[in-house]
T-cell receptor, first 112, second 114 residues
Framework: DVKVTQSSRYLVKRTGEKVFLECVQD?????MFWYRQDPGLGLRLIYF???????EKGDIPEGYSVSREKKERFSLILESASTNQTSMYLC???????????FGPGTRLTVL | DAKTTQPPSMDCAEGRAANLPCNHS???????VYWYRQIHSQGPQYIIH???NNETNEMASLIITEDRKSSTLILPHATLRDTAVYYC???????????????FGKGTKLSVIP
C-alpha cells in the first residue's frame, strides 16, 4: 500500500513565522501535490511537482513556496504565516498525472 | 459548473449494503468516475474508479449505467468505520496537464448506524 506521511498532525504558529510542512511518500511516485481544505471551499491545489526540482503553481500559490529536492519528499513553506493560512493542509502523491492520488493524514495548522 | 450531483446525506444500518448514487450527466467519453471518501479529520482516501464497466475491489463496487450519466458506489457490508463523506468526481485519467487536480464537490455524508 502507498503510504504518504506528513510531519505533523497539528501545528500552532504565530503570525510572521516561517513554517515548514513536510510530506514523504514511499511508493516512488513521480507526482506530489499540496492542497488546503477549508469548510465550504473544498479542496484547493496550492502547488504540485511532477519530478525532482520541478514544480507548478496550482490555484492558490500566493504566500506559499515548495521544495522537492528528493523524489520521495515534497515540502510546503509558508514564508510568513498569516491568520488566513489557518487550514487543513493535505499532501498527496500519484504515479502518473491524472491517476488516483493517495493522501497523507493532513496537518491542521493554526496561525495565531 | 458542478460536474457531479450527490445527495447531501444518507443513513445506513450497520451490516447492510450502502448504495451511494452520483449523477454525472455531462460526462465526456474520456472521463473516468472516481470515488474518494474522507473520514472526519483525516486525509481523503481513494476507493475505486471506472470508465464504463462495473468495477469491484476489496473496498467497494462501482456500478456505472450504460449511458454513463450516473453511477452507484456500493459498500456491501457497511461498518461504523465507513461513516465518512463520500465524493464522486469525474476526470480524465492519465492524460497530463489539466487532469491532475482533484476537485471535490460537497459529497454525501454517510452515517452508518448501529
Amino acid at each position: 500500500d502507498v503510504k504518504v506521511t506528513q510531519s505533523s498532525r497539528y501545528l500552532v504558529k504565530r503570525t510572521g513565522e516561517k513554517v515548514f510542512l513536510e510530506c514523504v511518500q514511499d511508493m516512488d511516485h513521480e507526482n506530489m501535490f499540496w492542497y488546503r481544505q477549508d469548510p465550504g471551499l473544498g479542496l484547493r491545489l496550492i502547488y504540485f511537482s511532477y519530478d525532482v526540482k520541478m514544480k507548478e503553481k496550482g490555484d492558490i500559490p500566493e504566500g506559499y513556496s515548495v521544495s522537492r529536492e528528493k523524489k520521495e519528499r515534497f515540502s510546503l513553506i509558508l514564508e510568513s504565516a498569516s491568520t488566513n493560512q489557518t487550514s487543513m493542509y493535505l499532501c498527496a502523491s500519484s504515479l502518473r498525472l491524472g491517476s488516483q492520488q493517495f493522501f497523507g493524514p493532513g496537518t491542521r495548522l493554526t496561525v495565531l | 459548473d458542478a460536474k457531479t450531483t450527490q445527495p447531501p446525506s444518507m443513513d445506513c444500518a450497520e451490516g447492510r449494503a450502502a448504495n451511494l448514487p452520483c449523477n454525472h450527466s455531462t460526462i465526456s467519453g474520456n472521463e473516468y468516475v472516481y470515488w474518494y471518501r474522507q473520514i472526519h479529520s483525516q486525509g481523503p482516501q481513494y476507493i475505486i474508479h471506472g470508465l464504463k464497466n462495473n468495477e469491484t475491489n476489496e473496498m467497494a463496487s462501482l456500478i456505472i449505467t450504460e449511458d454513463r450519466k450516473s453511477s452507484t458506489l456500493i459498500l456491501p457490508h457497511a461498518t461504523l468505520r465507513d461513516t465518512a463523506v463520500y465524493y464522486c468526481i469525474v476526470r480524465v485519467a492519465n492524460s497530463g496537464a489539466g487532469s491532475y487536480q482533484l476537485t471535490f464537490g460537497k459529497g454525501t455524508k454517510l452515517s452508518v448506524i448501529p
